[in-house]
């Protein structure tokens, strides 16, 4: 399959499942041994079902769609999961025309940020004259550097001057806000900890990546989108869901 036959799968199954909440497309677009990785499924394909019919109201919104070699993330806004609405990010895993594998990273919707940007306006469109492995290198670079290594002062080397435009509802745009935001929770004893990018979805000038890593102490999930423009990072969408250690999951396959 091309990229773009992998979107219309995997969108296609997003939509019929969680918005006409059709189970019957569990049977058409999922293999029988599919692998849920999400802290709220449990039970591969019986438990995604059994979500479904749980959540008569549950609608789906997709606002962004990437795929890379065999991955697929669509970024978007749940409803009817939750009392509240729920935004951040679905992986899927494609193979031989089904979908085998997910992970997602959920995160309550939260009022528009400093700045005035929420969760997930901005950019949308692929522009396709990217080179995705080139900003994949970029960000990965950036990422060790700054994020794994905790030089955030590295931040200033893959932007423009101060300009970096933030949809994380705690910060707002601007690439002295985010340092001096991640200094500040750091000395109070609540920084972020990344301990390894699990996997990275680059497509055209985005580059998602999925990484695990704690909160003073507490384990989480780092589901973050990055816009690359002329060899810069100038934009960050982000979904941080704390999650269960793997031998507390509601299955066997832990949550990465």
């Known amino acids: 399959m091309n990229k773009q036959e992998m979107k219309d799968l995997v969108t296609k199954a997003h939509h019929e499942l969680f918005n006409l909440h059709d189970t019957t497309a569990l049977d ?9 990785h999400s802290p709220l499924v449990a039970n591969g394909i019986s438990g995604l079902r ?32 939750d009392e509240n609405p729920l935004v951040g990010f679905d992986i899927y895993r494609v193979k031989d025309g089904k979908i085998v594998e997910h992970w997602d990273g959920l995160v309550a919707e939260a009022a528009p940020n400093v700045s005035g940007r929420t969760q997930l306006d901005g950019p ?6 990217h080179d995705p492995e080139e900003n994949r290198e970029i960000v990965t670079s950036f990422f060790k550097k700054s994020l794994i290594d905790g030089n955030y002062e590295a931040f ?15 910060i707002g745009d601007g690439v002295k806000s985010v340092i001096d935001f991640l200094n500040n929770i750091r000395n109070e004893g609540q920084g972020l900890v990344y301990s390894k990018t699990h996997r990275s979805i680059a497509d055209g000038q985005f580059v998602l990546t999925h990484s695990e890593g704690s909160i003073a102490g507490n384990r989480h999930a780092y589901f973050e989108l990055w816009r690359v423009d002329n060899g810069k ?3 960050l969408w982000d979904a941080i869901p704390a999650v269960p250690e793997d031998e507390q999951a509601v299955h066997q396959y832990g949550v990465f």
């Open 28 to 36: 058409r677009y999922f293999s029988e041994d599919f692998i849920e």
């Open 233 to 235: 990072i100038v934009e």
């Open 156 to 170: 200033k080397e893959y932007t423009h001057n101060d300009q970096f435009i933030q949809h994380s509802p705690d």
């Open 50 to 81: 059994q979500l479904v019919e749980d959540c008569p109201d549950m609608q789906h919104e997709a606002v962004r769609v990437l795929a890379d070699g065999d991955l697929v993330a669509i970024h978007g806004r749940f409803q009817g999961l």
């Open 124 to 129: 949308t469109e692929i522009v396709t004259h």
